[in-house]
């Protein structure tokens, strides 16, 4: 665990989420909060004002999305620690995460206590996730433990299962599915049934939110 106080930077769009989470950090001797923002360029422009250990950036900002902001944070001090919240935890968000290699991905969920341990983990520089997160990933079907290198579970579905996964969100029957793919019934069923396992979902109601939630298909 660092001696020194951690420097963070917010940046998120609602107004009383940053004064919770400002008062939250700032009664904790390890952190110290030096900018509160609700916007990527009103973080950039703090950003190159302040010094700061780590970043805390909302994914969902308004008509903006904060991923945007890892890359220039990351090229500007590779050695700021970027950490990405959300109350809404999709596949894309986990993915991107993943792909940008942050160090750490809190869903907004999560208790006080359980959010500052989490900060406490990246500051101590170790990577860490939510368990909201970590059920968004993929894992291996035989021992349960987590893909290495990381996937999401949409990442490890196949083109076919996609199409299908639209299909049923979008309200087809298997019978109508099999003969707009040209493919038998027993096929769909197999892709279903495949779908349903690679995303730990039970059922075709379960299928169409998960497509709507991961903005696959429009309701």
């Known amino acids: 665990m660092p001696n020194r106080v951690v420097r963070i930077l917010l940046v998120d769009d609602h107004d009383l989420v940053r004064s919770a989470l400002e008062d939250l950090l700032n009664h904790n001797l390890m952190f110290q909060v030096v ?3 609700a916007t990527p360029q009103e973080a950039l422009e703090k950003f190159q004002s302040v010094h ?4 805390l950036i909302d994914i969902e900002l308004k008509n903006e999305c904060g991923t945007e902001l890892a890359l220039p ?3 500007g001090s ?9 109350g809404n935890i999709r596949d894309q968000y986990v993915e991107y995460a993943i ?7 809190i869903s907004k969920r999560d208790g006080a206590v359980q959010f500052v341990a989490g900060l406490r983990q990246i500051a101590d520089g170790t990577r860490y996730f939510s368990d909201d997160v970590l059920e968004r990933m993929a894992t291996c079907s035989r021992t349960g433990k987590l893909l290495s290198p990381l996937h ?3 990442s490890v579905l196949t083109p076919r299962q ?3 996964l639209r299909y049923i969100a979008s309200g087809f029957s298997k019978k109508e599915i099999a003969i707009l793919l040209g493919i038998a019934v027993k096929t769909i069923d197999c892709h279903c049934d495949n779908v349903m396992r690679c995303l730990g979902v039970h059922d075709r109601v379960s299928l169409a939110r998960y497509a709507v939630r991961e903005g696959i298909v429009v309701p």
């Open 152 to 154: 999401t579970r949409w």
């Open 99 to 105: 792909n940008m290699k942050v160090d750490g991905f």
């Open 162 to 164: 996609v199409e299908v």
């Open 73 to 75: 944070i990351r090229r």
């Open 35 to 37: 900018g509160s923002v």
């Open 78 to 86: 590779p050695k700021t620690k970027i950490v990405f919240v959300s």
């Open 52 to 55: 700061c250990d780590m970043v």
